[in-house]
């Protein structure tokens, strides 16, 4: 039967292979689903083998690629088969078919639990592998406990157990409450000590999921991963089984030594020298050998000890080792190791102090770039991102110049944005930048963003001494026969502000510039054209004296376009040529661009990173930071008070969209402020920073109409007296984000960010032992020039002792200093305590004050609650004060579990299942204070009806604690978004279900 | 940790799929063909890995071994080690050698079923459970014996020609 039934199985394959085309294939697989899909439906009593065969062939069907949408059930079905052959097609077929998201799968629980518990070995494997690949949160909750048992039981056979190790992983991953850390740290210890390497095998896994989970929880497991790293790689009792081409069990290694790069860092003195005899035996004990697979595994161990090293930031000598072991192996043929090598060595540029040694091996790196693979010349390129900066910047970009144009298509696009990024941020010298960006434009137009343009155009603008090198070099390009629409635009914008300056230079008349420029207006499209026309009257402005042959040329062009259907094109060639008639009161009108207001590069914006630059500074930065321009200054001037108004002359709005590629407008609109209507700009807020550049929106603050029009091409003077008004009242500094949601965020975690502005960040990182906490402070200068005057005053509440260390008076150019500050809790309070901080950038003071979040969860720690004892301890509290009651409205509507999520973030544990009512919560923790630790028991009662309200119970022995973690808790779950109670008089009472909740409870 | 093990053949045809993640039928057949567009077009002194960003999402890698007419493919995230991996594909290889005596794509083809045994031996939801083959061999092996799928073997081989 048996074979008969699975010779059906050949019969298809074999009949599918001989498909001559995918059109027969379709048809006999068409058929066959017919055919099965009419077999289950009609024939009551399938016989088992038929259902096996039918499912085998659902797979086959499945994996050609159709979808198979039926025959679920039946495939589930098979899984409560007697006979093992039955089931076991079910468990393999259903874990191929189906996934979490399938409804069939909650029919098979109840089987798939009584294989888990039941006796047969087999069956036992079966299930845990099924649960192990598609188990979802409706199987955590009913099977944790079984195979956490299976996991744990001394009687059961290594197979089982590693299985159930997995089992137990993908539990964890789907619903993280079921492994308790209080309980599992020390099981996972013990099952560390395993000596079978399988089973070791699978628990490594689940370590690295429980760790990666929380880092704080399982210290007591590194000791025994190091002694297990020493047992593989002293070969000392490992079966011959578990040794791969001579290698004790090198996944084994690798996993281990994974693993303990998931613990911040390893104090413990013994441990680490112990570990680190194991790494060293690693690293200078690997040859290159002959057989492939040895050497791969041999370098797979190898690899993951240069991780571990560089997690364990270890001293600088074994650093320098590990560099030049990649050094090594960035060299070698061997194009795995080649890859590992580099990636590898990107990795290493994050540890301190070793960059210098890696930039010796930058001539082979790129070597790389040229690699016949892909993914090597990716690494190569990566890697030569990193390490750039100022010293090697040059010969980096250069040699990304040259391989753009033999680069892949795929990789094109990076490759364009990298060298732009490096260009400006390690630019030795300006013209060398201008240089670059024009290549890239030149070689990559269609790679090119709108913000690499932009840039280089406000370079030149704000540097006098570019200008005139801008201008030829835009001529130059412009004078080829192909050039991409890119370099039309920015060449011709440099031509229209800057090609007088050329007026001597041989070949650079107005006249043939405007030729060069008009070549190629015919084939640009229209927001090109418009920027062209602004350009063309900037250089009629300029050709002095008048020519009157360039004068009719660009006359006819504007009247040629004074009909236009583009509604922008028409205004610009009618206003343009009426402005241009205007004769030498034009020259006022089209002056020359003001500078742009310095800001943050949009490109490095969204590149930068934490990363530590070398303090060195670019050409690009060191400029900005000299001039004194008054565009410099009036960066953080806020436009939202309204006073200052510029009246666009030719439009009625100033979105960044509009005014794109329109640049003249701005410089019309200045002279002709007095005919103008006021119109508002856009406040410059942090937002505005970040958009694309400066360029699309007017340097407003220099705008100012009445200043103007009394002064119109003045605009050097002017700038100092608007720059020293705005010093006076404006605040100078702005935060990057919001500092209520960082604090937030930092009372349910324990490191983050706390305050960033454009200068500075502090970031903080807790640790808490019940009634004492530690916080490390975090200053980080973001900035290229020193922080002065910094200073950090705590202002402590009554209930809280706290000592901050000293705290430097200097932060240097892109350093960070750490402060620690002791805490000591002496009785429940929700004050807060606060940072009074300082700095100074330059001479501008800033000044800012910070909540601290040492709020009263950290004090707290989540304690499990036996029924027994839950229910005894809350009948001893009755009533005020010790046991506070209150109906709550207005809190956030947060499903049940969110609700259980929320408590456990503040350390608040949540006992399921403890209430009998799923819709409420019961949670228990233990409140330290110097003195004394007190137990609070915790009741929520939800209303599934009306989730923005809720009853709160809090009961303690003591009524401080009891009173002040009530409000805690009160105003973590109230919404600030909605009305909180106090915004409703009491008197009006409630009505409808609200006011019934009310009066039941 | 594995999100994929695909084998797939010189010509681009599936003989063994298995996602540790939820994907629909023909995300699958997508997946399957980018794949194969990216390895066929892969010289073979070449290294063994291929960052699959567009594919499979970011910080995601192929790991592949190409035996004969087969590919053997794995899908990692940077939780893996690279190198490990190509053991562990050496590791499924040697054990389907065992279990079908010299191995070849036609052994996969008829046997695609005991395939997925074997290599639930291996890798259980994206993790490792067991690296070594003679392990693995004999947990198949008291599988197979149960299912006394023995004979259909001997018929296969027979009805394909004796490879």
Not at chain 1, 133 to 160: H, M, T, W, Y
Not at chain 1, 379 to 408: F, H, P, S, W
Request: hydrophobic letters at 40%; one cysteine or more; a negative charge.
């Amino acid at each position: 039967m048996s074979l008969s039934g699975m010779r059906g199985l050949s019969v298809f394959i074999s009949d599918i292979r001989n498909c001559q085309n995918k059109e027969q294939e379709r048809l006999r697989v068409d058929k066959e689903l017919a055919n099965i899909r009419t077999s289950f439906k009609n024939e009551k009593g399938l016989s088992v083998y038929k259902k096996k065969k039918y499912v085998w062939k659902m797979l086959y069907i499945y994996m050609l690629g159709y979808d198979v949408d039926f025959g679920h059930m039946e495939t589930v079905a098979l899984i409560s088969a007697s006979k093992y052959a039955e089931k076991q097609v079910g468990y393999i077929v259903t874990s191929c078919l189906l996934n979490e998201n399938h409804d069939f799968l909650r029919l098979a629980i109840n089987t798939v639990r009584n294989d888990i518990i039941g006796r047969n070995e087999t069956y036992q494997c079966l299930a845990l592998t099924l649960v192990g690949n598609i188990g979802g949160k409706d199987f955590s909750e009913s099977l944790a406990p079984d195979v956490q048992k299976l996991l744990l039981s001394s009687s059961c056979r290594p197979i089982v157990r590693k299985k159930a190790a997995l089992c137990l992983l993908r539990l964890f991953r789907k619903n993280p409450d079921v492994v308790n850390v209080d309980g599992w740290s020390d099981r996972m210890s013990q099952l560390l000590d395993e000596r079978e390497l399988g089973v070791l095998t699978a628990v490594m896994s689940l370590l690295v999921a429980l760790v990666a989970n929380n880092p704080d929880g399982y210290w007591n497991c590194v000791p025994k991963c190091v002694r297990i790293l020493e047992r593989l790689t002293r070969s000392q009792d490992i079966p011959q089984e578990y040794t791969y081409y001579g290698i004790p069990s090198p996944w084994l290694q690798v996993k281990t030594m994974r693993a303990l790069q998931y613990f911040p860092t390893i104090e413990d003195p013994n441990t680490r020298r112990a570990l680190f005899e194991v790494l060293h035996r690693i690293l200078m004990g690997t040859d290159v050998v002959k057989n492939v697979n040895k050497n791969n595994a041999a370098h797979a161990v190898l690899f993951e000890a240069l991780s571990l090293v560089m997690h364990l930031d270890a001293e600088k000598e074994m650093m320098s080792q590990c560099v030049a072991i990649l050094g090594k192996f960035i060299a070698v043929r061997e194009p795995n190791i080649r890859y590992l090598g580099l990636e590898n060595m990107t990795r290493m540029l994050l540890v301190t102090d070793v960059q210098e040694s890696i930039k010796r091996y930058q001539a082979q790196i790129i070597t790389s770039l040229k690699d016949p693979d892909i993914s090597i010349r990716r690494r190569a390129l990566d890697l030569l991102y990193g390490m750039c900066d100022v010293t090697n910047a040059k010969d980096i970009v250069e040699e990304l110049l040259q391989y753009l144009t033999t680069a892949d298509f795929g990789i094109r696009e990076e490759l364009a944005l990298k060298a732009a990024i490096l260009a400006e941020k390690f630019a030795p010298d300006l013209l060398w930048y201008v240089d670059v960006i024009l290549q890239l434009i030149d070689k990559a137009g269609d790679f090119i963003s709108d913000d690499i343009w932009y840039r280089v155009v406000q370079f030149v603008t704000n540097n006098d001494d570019l200008q005139a090198y801008g201008a030829l070099k835009a001529r130059d390009y412009l004078s080829k026969p192909a050039v991409h629409e890119t370099m039309v635009k920015v060449g011709g914008y440099l031509l229209g502000e800057y090609s007088h300056l050329l007026a001597r230079t041989p070949g650079c008349s107005s006249k043939e510039i405007f030729a060069i420029i008009h070549e190629k207006f015919p084939t640009v499209s229209i927001s090109t054209k418009a920027l062209l026309l602004s350009s063309y009257i900037k250089i009629l402005m300029h050709s002095q004296p008048p020519d009157p042959e360039l004068q009719e040329q660009i006359w006819r062009v504007f009247q040629r376009f004074e009909g236009n259907i583009d509604a922008e094109i028409q205004q610009r060639a009618v206003e343009y040529f009426a402005l241009s008639r205007k004769g030498p009161a034009m020259i006022d009108i089209m002056a020359e661009m003001p500078k742009f207001p310095e800001r943050q590069s949009a490109l490095l914006k969204k590149t930068e990173d934490a990363e530590a630059d070398a303090a060195e500074l670019s050409a690009t930065r060191l400029r900005v930071q000299q001039q004194t321009s008054n565009a410099m200054v009036v960066v953080s001037q806020p436009f939202s008070d309204g006073p200052i108004h510029v009246g666009p002359l030719t439009r009625s709005s100033s979105s960044p969209q509009e005014m794109n590629g329109d640049l003249a407008l701005t410089v019309t609109t200045m002279g002709q402020g007095q005919q103008s209507t006021p119109q508002p700009l856009a406040p410059a807020t942090g937002d505005l920073l970040g958009d694309l550049l400066a360029i699309e929106a007017p340097p407003p603050a220099s705008v100012s109409s009445s200043l103007l029009s009394s002064e119109p091409s003045s605009l050097e003077g002017l700038g100092d007296s608007s720059a020293l008004a705005l010093l006076d009242n404006a605040p100078s500094v702005q935060p990057i984000g919001s500092i209520k949601d960082w604090f937030s965020a930092l009372c349910v975690k324990d490191s983050g960010v706390l305050y960033e502005d454009p200068y500075i960040q502090i970031g903080l990182k807790a640790e808490w032992r019940a009634h004492q906490g530690r916080v490390t402070l975090f200053l980080g200068n973001k900035h290229v020039g020193a922080l002065t005057s910094v200073r950090a005053i705590i202002l402590p509440p009554a209930h809280l002792r706290m000592q901050l260390s000293t705290v430097p008076d200097t932060i240097p150019p892109r350093a960070q200093v750490q402060c620690p500050l002791e805490i000591i809790n002496l009785q429940a309070s929700r004050d807060l305590a606060v940072l009074d901080f300082s700095y100074s950038h330059g001479s501008a003071p800033v000044n800012i004050n910070l909540r601290l979040p040492v709020v009263l969860n950290k004090f707290l720690q989540g304690t499990p609650l036996a029924p027994a004892d839950f229910v005894s301890q809350w009948r001893a509290l009755t009533g005020p004060p010790l046991k506070l009651q209150e109906v709550v409205r207005g809190v956030k509507p947060l499903p049940i579990l969110e609700m259980s999520a929320l408590f456990n973030s503040m350390h608040i544990l949540v006992a399921p299942g403890l209430d009998p009512n799923v819709n409420n919560i019961v949670a228990g923790a233990i409140f330290a204070s110097e003195a004394r630790k007190t137990l609070c028991l915790i009741r929520v009662e939800t209303d599934p009806s009306d989730r923005t309200q809720l009853r709160l119970t809090v009961a303690s022995p003591d009524a401080v604690v009891s009173l002040e973690l009530k409000e805690y808790i009160k105003e973590q779950l109230l919404d600030v978004s909605t009305p909180t109670p106090q915004f409703v008089p009491a008197s009006t009472g409630l009505t409808g279900p609200a006011a019934a909740l009310a009066g039941l409870l | 940790m594995i999100h994929a093990v695909l084998v797939l053949n010189t010509q681009g045809k599936p003989r063994l799929i298995k996602f540790y993640y939820p994907v629909r039928a023909e995300k699958q057949q997508d997946i399957i063909r980018n794949v194969y567009k990216v390895l066929s077009s892969r010289a073979d002194h070449l290294s063994n890995f291929v960052e699959a960003a567009d594919i499979f999402g970011s910080e995601t890698k192929l790991v592949y071994k190409h035996f004969a007419t087969l590919y053997f493919v794995f899908v990692i995230d940077n939780a893996e080690s690279e190198l490990g991996i190509l053991d562990l594909i050496q590791v499924l290889v040697e054990s389907l050698d065992r279990c079908f005596k010299n191995v070849c794509e036609l052994d996969i083809v008829f046997n695609f079923n005991k395939v997925h045994t074997v290599l639930d031996e291996i890798i259980v939801g994206g993790h490792v459970v067991e690296t070594s083959s003679s392990e693995i061999v004999k947990a198949a092996e008291e599988v197979f014996k149960q299912e006394s799928f023995t004979d259909m073997i001997a018929i296969a081989l027979k009805s394909t020609g004796k490879r």
